[in-house]
């Protein structure tokens, strides 16, 4: 199928590699094209394949191609549409599911939980000994696995992947919830939808979330199989009694939230989502519970850094979003003042329904990053902005009194300063750990 042809990868991330990878022993010749001068992963690409580098690469060259695949952090809109409408563009999803059309693959995709979601569907099914490959978005690219024949493949897709991807078919899926993000991308909030809701489309068993409008099928597939989950309705939904919250299947019992190592109503739903979208699958009810009882969240998610003298310190800079710091806020139990940190490149995120949300909440909130006069000037006097994260920490450090909540919680990309968010995260902690002088190791 790819003997003798033209190929060219554009990206030389992981994403990428793992094509050239592929592709070579397909025995047809490769160009590598990366807009960064100096690109990731150089001692990683062969001699034998050609490469061009920098701003100024001239994209005339793909209409020498046979096939173009993309990397999803490369936005192909970049390309000019004279050419983009003469080349046919794929991407590695797009090679694995031609590879493997009989795979079962559990696509999962949302503006935010597809990560916990993703490991924690993986946790189960290992746990109930499936052998699971987890990739995509989460950081395994999927030609990675081909070695292997695995029982099911748990795939986290972003937006960037499914804009382009049109072969995919996923024993089930689901958008786990649609907030505004990557808007610099996708332009409008309507092109980012339309990007989620192609992970339905040839899908078995479609999962959604009844509480979120924007997250439902554009169309009903006969031949598909429905189920939802939500806070108050659908099969699987929260129960509130006083001031305990039951995860439920229709009536029956799943687990009190109180046995649960992680917390919030938004993480109690990325539990009932999960259980959703393996509930066809055969599992052993009790290596199911407890799975779920000790899943940890994931990194730089709503982690405790430290609690000292009634003070506590927590990381969300996985927060790249405005509902992902609301989430956070909202699970958070305080009676005092939450000490608040947001900033970066904000996507062209429209900052006002953090500030609607913010209003009247005894919430100070304190200002960085490329984006961060624009957003204080939005909060006026309840906002301070400030040159670095540093100052902001031993702004509050000096400040905070007992029982204050200081939560790093971005709300924006991490791209001005960092090289991603858990390079963010992990100045945070350094930044509050020396202050306090505790040692990181």
């Not at 695949?69 to 050419?83: E, H, M, Q």
């Not at 003070?311 to 806020?329: F, L, Q």
């Not at 958070?332 to 000490?339: E, G």
Request: net charge positive; hydrophobic share 35%.
């Amino acid at each position: 199928m790819f003997k003798n042809k033209n190929i060219f990868i554009i990206g030389s991330g992981i994403t990428g590699i793992s094509c050239i990878n592929y592709l070579l022993k397909k025995e047809c010749n490769l160009t590598l094209i990366d807009t960064r001068l100096n690109p990731p992963n150089l001692n990683l690409i062969p001699d034998n394949i050609n490469t061009f580098f920098g701003k100024n690469v001239n994209f005339n060259m793909l209409l020498k191609s046979d096939l173009v695949v993309i990397s999803p952090g490369f936005d192909y809109k970049l390309i000019n549409n004279n050419i983009l409408n003469k080349i046919n563009i794929t991407s590695d999803i797009e090679l694995f599911c031609k590879e493997k059309p009989k795979s079962k693959i559990i696509a999962i995709t949302g503006t935010n939980g597809k990560s916990t979601v993703s490991t924690l569907i993986f946790k189960i099914l290992k746990n109930n000994n499936y052998l699971v490959y987890l990739g995509g978005n989460i950081g395994n690219p999927v030609l990675n696995s081909l070695n292997i024949d695995y029982d099911f493949y748990v795939f986290e897709l972003s937006s960037f992947q499914l804009e382009i991807l049109n072969n995919l078919k996923s024993f089930s899926s689901s958008i786990l919830n649609i907030g505004f993000d990557h808007l610099d991308r996708h332009i409008n909030i309507k092109n980012y939808i339309n990007s989620k809701l192609k992970i339905f489309n040839n899908s078995y068993y479609c999962v959604i979330n009844i509480d979120d409008n924007l997250s439902y099928p554009n169309k009903i597939n006969l031949n598909s199989k429905y189920e939802f989950f939500g806070i108050n309705s659908g099969n699987y939904h929260l129960k509130f009694i006083k001031d305990k919250i039951y995860l439920m299947y229709k009536n029956d019992l799943i687990i009190d939230s109180s046995k649960l190592k992680i917390f919030g109503i938004h993480n109690y739903i990325n539990v009932l989502s999960s259980l959703s979208c393996i509930k066809y699958i055969n599992l052993n009810f009790n290596k199911v519970i407890n799975t779920i009882k000790k899943f940890k969240p994931l990194n730089h998610r709503l982690n405790l850094i430290l609690n000292i003298n009634n003070i506590t310190w927590i990381n969300d800079s996985k927060s790249t979003n405005i509902s992902s710091t609301i989430s956070a806020i909202n699970s958070i139990k305080f009676y005092s003042t939450i000490h608040l940190i947001i900033g970066g490149y904000r996507k062209n995120i429209d900052f006002n329904l953090l500030k609607s949300f913010l209003k009247n909440k005894n919430i100070k909130i304190y200002c960085f990053g490329i984006d961060g006069k624009y957003i204080s000037n939005l909060f006026n006097k309840k906002s301070i902005y400030y040159y670095d994260l540093e100052s902001i920490v031993y702004e509050i450090y000096n400040k905070v009194k007992i029982n204050d909540v200081v939560l790093f919680s971005p709300a924006c990309s991490s791209i001005d300063n960092y090289n991603n968010y858990i390079d963010r995260g992990n100045h945070f902690i350094k930044i509050v750990n020396k202050l306090y002088k505790i040692n990181d190791n």
